[in-house]
């Protein structure tokens, strides 16, 4: 098992406001765990005990709406705190998590997370920080989805996705989403998802090599995305 304060990981996180004393005393209590492509983190109404710290791979964080459509709300990468809002709130979690890819995360029990919350203030404060900004891209999302069209709001995810993930070597963006994920995360049908994606291709803004997404022309999907 890797140690805490030797993880080069809680550098992109708020576990990096933590002493070395507290770093050790997580290092005994985490549980690492390896979560295959398609698993599930944890579900809707699942009450999480404690929060995931990604060390590998992606997962998409979804809600299910009434007419039993998955929104995808969040991507979570490597390096990003998963869970923290359920944890403080002391309730069940409202979404669900589940495996792009293979995945590697730390969990750590929510007894301990407490505990630092509570006696170190620099830790406590970048969680603050860590939601306030997710209520904000939430925020953001609830405009989006009502004040933009389809369109732009597939040109700016797709502008989301190349900024948060790296390239691979071909120059494709390193996530590799179904066209059913594309169209949950814009929040419409997947044959209307697949249908923009082609338009996109034969406009030149993007390319497509199955599931990889080159982006050809970002000035022009900014401009689609704010609808010039």
Known sequence: MSKCEQCIIREFNSLKALTKDELIRITGCKTSKKIKKGEILFDEGEYINGVFCVKDGVCKVSKMSDNGRDQIIHLIKKGDILGERSLINNEASNLKAIAVNDMEVCFIPKEEIIRDLENNSNFSMG???KMA????????VIVDMAQKTVKQRLAATLLLLDAKFDKNENGSININLSREDMANIIGTATESAIRLLSEFKKKKLIDLKGK?????????????????
Do not use: H, P
């Open 127 to 129: 969680i603050l920080k």
């Open 133 to 140: 900004n997710s209520l904000k891209k939430a925020d953001d």
């Open 212 to 228: 990889e997404i080159f982006i050809t022309d970002i000035k022009a999907l900014k401009e689609l995305s704010e609808g010039f």
